[in-house]
């Protein structure tokens, strides 16, 4: 069974940092995209930083120079270090990947989420 399982969100003053983590596992035979997304109440999942098919590295306006992605394709894991973190970067950060998978449904999957929020 695939799964998507992130780890780090939390309660951070703002201007602090949060590094937050995702491993895949399962029968993966290999990862087209990896990265997170998120989400508030009322509004639409959004891009936060990405690893994309084509193998570019892509974020999302409101957070470049502040977040930075990184990955190791050993351990099918993406982690996210978000510094200078602001009220308005509080949300549910999503893990998202789009994988071939063996013996199972190849695609997109998402990680349960993890609330990060910034306090003022």
């Known amino acids: 069974q695939v799964q998507l399982v992130e780890s780090g969100g939390g309660l951070v003053q703002a201007v602090g940092s949060l590094r937050l983590s995702c491993a895949a596992s399962?029968?993966?035979?290999?990862?087209?995209?990896m990265g997170w997304y998120r989400q508030i109440p009322g509004s639409q999942r959004v891009l936060v930083a990405a690893?994309?098919?084509?193998?570019?590295?892509i974020y999302g306006d409101s957070v470049k120079g502040r977040f930075t992605i990184s990955r190791d394709n050993t351990k099918n894991t993406v982690v996210l270090q978000m510094n200078s973190l602001k009220p308005e970067d509080t949300a549910i950060y999503y893990c998202n990947a789009d994988l071939i998978v063996i013996q199972d449904r190849s695609g997109a999957y998402w990680g349960q989420g993890t609330q990060v929020t910034v306090s003022s």
């Open positions: 690893f994309t098919t084509g193998g570019r590295t």
């Open positions: 399962g029968n993966i035979l290999s990862i087209n995209a």
